[in-house]
């Protein structure tokens, strides 16, 4: 099963309910939300989107300029970031990077800076830095 669906039950195990399902043919009204859009998706729009977004997220990094320096050259230096950079870009297998695998789908490179979610991924060699600030 999917990570992202394991942590959906894991959320909804606290909940007593029961799912009943109903052929479309037999819903009188159907939600908004069941709809599919009929517009075409604009694809430069998209892209757009996307890059402001990225954008957006680098300018909000939780640390000052010379931190965001030393990670991107620390992460530069480290072989099982670089891996990990490498098969965001290239694909990945199963069983490489092993420790990563689970949060692929939550991984990103910006400016040089590998990503999980909105959190910078410390580069191994330093560790005991950020942890003592």
């Not at 959906?8 to 309910?17: C, G, N, P, Q, V």
């Not at 604009?42 to 997220?57: K, L, R, T, W």
């Not at 939550?106 to 191994?124: Q, T």
Request: aromatic share 6%.
């Amino acid at each position: 099963m999917m990570p992202r669906l394991q942590r959906i039950l894991l959320k909804l195990r606290r909940y007593d309910f029961e799912l009943v399902y109903t052929p479309g043919k037999e819903l009188i009204v159907a939600d908004a939300l069941s709809r599919s859009v009929t517009t075409p998706c604009d694809p430069a729009g998209f892209v757009c989107q996307v890059d402001a977004h990225v954008a957006f997220a680098a300018s909000n990094l939780p640390a000052t300029d010379k931190r965001l320096i030393q990670i991107r050259r620390e992460t530069a230096n480290d072989p099982l970031l670089q891996r990990v950079i490498r098969h965001l870009t290239d694909g990945w297998l199963k069983g490489q990077c092993p420790q990563f695998y689970n949060v692929k789908d939550d991984l990103a490179v910006v400016d040089r800076i590998l990503l999980e979610l909105d959190r910078i991924v410390i580069p191994h060699s330093m560790h005991n830095r950020v942890l003592e600030q």
